[in-house]
């Protein structure tokens, strides 16, 4: 009787990939350990990621999506912010992940951004104009949030990024109740 393919394998491989890495990070993240891990063989793992770094690159995708899942749910930007710090505080080597070394690949130039679409559309479904107008805006707060989130996954929980996280909240708030900043002469936008 023929062995029949197994449909959800590659998925329990990169469930499997994601907690070593989020366990153990990069020294526990080995093809043998995760085959081991996924109960199957180091070639089935091989057959479907060429190498290690093939292998980071996917657990770092999956987590790019659960993270833009967690983000994009979140009934309001202030909320989102919350969120993505709170990921990052409680995720730190899979945050550490995602900018690390991969992060080209997943927002290099021509790579889908899921995240800026959603915020752009929020800012400007608050504040009229066309989501496109809010594009330096979706920066500034990205890099606000995303330097406390470093900052959060490097040492989770120490009183100093704490207070960096609660810095981070009330520049974003501060950020979104000045909007017009961004926008030249306080009132032109890009239609």
């Given at each position: 009787?023929?062995?029949?393919?197994?449909?959800?394998?590659?998925?329990?491989?990169?469930?499997?990939?994601?907690?070593?890495?989020?366990?153990?990070?990069?020294?526990?993240?080995?093809?043998?350990?995760?085959?081991?891990?996924?109960?199957?063989?180091?070639?089935?793992?091989?057959?479907?990621?060429?190498?290690?770094?093939?292998?980071?690159?996917?657990?770092?995708?999956?987590?790019?999506k659960q993270l833009i899942g967690l983000v994009t749910s979140?009934?309001?930007?202030e909320e989102a912010i919350v969120r993505y710090l709170h990921f990052a505080e409680t995720h730190p080597r899979e945050y550490q992940l995602l900018y690390r070394t991969v992060w080209p690949e997943i927002f290099g130039k021509g790579?889908?951004?899921?995240?800026?679409?959603w915020v752009t559309e929020q800012l400007a479904n608050r504040f009229g104009w066309s989501p496109r107008s809010y594009t330096e805006v979706h920066f500034a707060l990205f890099l606000i949030t995303h330097g406390a989130a470093s900052l959060l996954a490097a040492a989770p929980r120490h009183p100093t990024t704490v207070e960096a996280r609660d810095w981070c909240v009330a520049i974003s708030g501060a950020l979104l109740k000045n909007v017009q900043i961004f926008t030249r002469n306080g009132a032109k936008r890009a239609r």
């Open positions: 009787m023929p062995r029949t393919a197994d449909r959800h394998l590659q998925e329990r491989i990169l469930k499997v990939a994601q907690s070593l890495w989020k366990t153990h990070g990069k020294g526990g993240l080995t093809l043998r350990n995760v085959a081991k891990a996924a109960q199957t063989t180091t070639t089935t793992v091989y057959k479907r990621f060429r190498n290690k770094e093939a292998l980071r690159l996917a657990i770092a995708e999956r987590v790019n979140a009934a309001s930007l790579q889908p951004r899921p995240g800026q679409v």
